[in-house]
Every structure is written in structure tokens, then in C-alpha cells.
């Protein structure tokens, strides 16, 4: 999943030697709101797998009892009715299947392992993101903790970062 990940979000292994991380945002969403094929098998890798694994475990004993069910149920129904007040009715047909194909791997992966395997993991893939990203800077020479309008990057804009650190 973490190789899933790497290759489904756009990376740009030079972006702290950028000095203008607004415009490497810019790109960062061209590139997300254009697509690219990699991310497209990606997503679409993660939702088959997320079905079939579903299905071998029987979707009979998925039960909707408690009231966050019911609340992301409500929240999957106000999304498609988004479809109708869209300015790009198409793009966010796009946008919604991949929440969709992200939302079947994730409910197939809480089924499959308990909350221990799941925290290791993200400890694990943050890790290694973390990893990468102080390698990069420090192949880059560009990892300056101390300088005062240093931020942190890697391979992804600092706002992504920060989360994976944050995580």
C-alpha cells in the first residue's frame, strides 16, 4: 500500500530546491486534476482489490448499526447529489470514484486487520515517507532545520508533509 500511494499522489523529488512552494502547489494540482494513468490503475488496483476482498469476506455481516454509519451513508448520498450543482459535472463524477475506489479499499482493509496491524502500518508507511524525504534533502542539501524560513519537504509540498509527520 505504501508503493500504492507513492505512485498514485504526484511526487517531485526537487521541490524543496523551490524557493516558490505557492507555484509548486499550482503544479502539484495540475497534475492531480488532469490525472495520470498511473494514478488512475492505482486507485483502480485499490478498489478491485478492495472488492474482491470484501466479497470473499461475505458483505452479509456488514452491519450499519451505529450512528456514524448512518451519518457516512448520509454523506455518501449528499456527495452524488453534488453531481447536479457541479461546474464540471464530469470532473467530479472522476473525483467520486475515486473516493469511492479509496473508500472500498479502506472498509475491506478495517475488516481484514485489527486496529493494531493498522497502526503499525501507518506508523510504518509515515515512516518511510519521513525516511525518503530527509534522504532527499540531504542528497539535495537542502535540509536546514535551523534557518528560519526553512520548511520541511521531501518529495511533497510541506502542507503533505506535515501531515505524514503529523500522522
Given at each position: 500500500?505504501?508503493?500504492?500511494?507513492?505512485?498514485?499522489?504526484?511526487?517531485?523529488?526537487?521541490?524543496?530546491?523551490?524557493?516558490?512552494?505557492?507555484?509548486?502547489?499550482?503544479?502539484?494540482?495540475?497534475?492531480?486534476a488532469?490525472?495520470?494513468?498511473?494514478?488512475?490503475?492505482?486507485?483502480?488496483l485499490?478498489?478491485?482489490?478492495?472488492?474482491?476482498?470484501?466479497?470473499?469476506?461475505s458483505?452479509?455481516?456488514?452491519?450499519?448499526?451505529?450512528?456514524?454509519?448512518?451519518?457516512?451513508?448520509?454523506?455518501?448520498?449528499?456527495?452524488?447529489?453534488?453531481?447536479?450543482w457541479?461546474?464540471?459535472?464530469?470532473?467530479?463524477?472522476?473525483?467520486?470514484?475515486?473516493?469511492?475506489?479509496?473508500?472500498?479499499?479502506?472498509?475491506?482493509?478495517?475488516?481484514?486487520?485489527?486496529?493494531?496491524?493498522?497502526?503499525?502500518?501507518?506508523?510504518?508507511?509515515?515512516?518511510?515517507?519521513l525516511?525518503?524525504g530527509?534522504?532527499?534533502?540531504?542528497?539535495?542539501?537542502?535540509?536546514?532545520?535551523?534557518?528560519p524560513?526553512?520548511?520541511?519537504?521531501?518529495?511533497?509540498?510541506?502542507?503533505?508533509?506535515?501531515?505524514?509527520?503529523?500522522?
Amino acid at each position: 500500500l505504501v508503493v500504492v500511494f507513492l505512485f498514485a499522489v504526484p511526487r517531485d523529488w526537487t521541490i524543496s530546491l523551490s524557493g516558490d512552494l505557492v507555484k509548486s502547489a499550482e503544479v502539484f494540482e495540475d497534475l492531480t486534476a488532469n490525472g495520470s494513468v498511473s494514478r488512475q490503475i492505482v486507485f483502480l488496483l485499490l478498489g478491485v482489490t478492495g472488492l474482491v476482498g470484501l466479497r470473499r469476506a461475505s458483505l452479509r455481516s456488514l452491519r450499519f448499526q451505529s450512528i456514524l454509519s448512518v451519518l457516512l451513508l448520509l454523506l455518501g448520498a449528499w456527495l452524488l447529489t453534488s453531481i447536479a450543482w457541479s461546474d464540471n459535472p464530469l470532473f467530479t463524477v472522476r473525483r467520486l470514484s475515486v473516493l469511492a475506489l479509496n473508500s472500498i479499499g479502506a472498509l475491506w482493509l478495517a475488516r481484514r486487520y485489527v486496529k493494531d496491524d493498522i497502526r503499525r502500518f501507518v506508523l510504518a508507511a509515515t515512516s518511510i515517507y519521513l525516511a525518503t524525504g530527509i534522504a532527499t534533502e540531504i542528497v539535495l542539501g537542502t535540509l536546514k532545520p535551523l534557518a528560519p524560513a526553512y520548511r520541511f519537504c521531501g518529495a511533497m509540498h510541506p502542507n503533505e508533509q506535515g501531515v505524514n509527520c503529523a500522522m
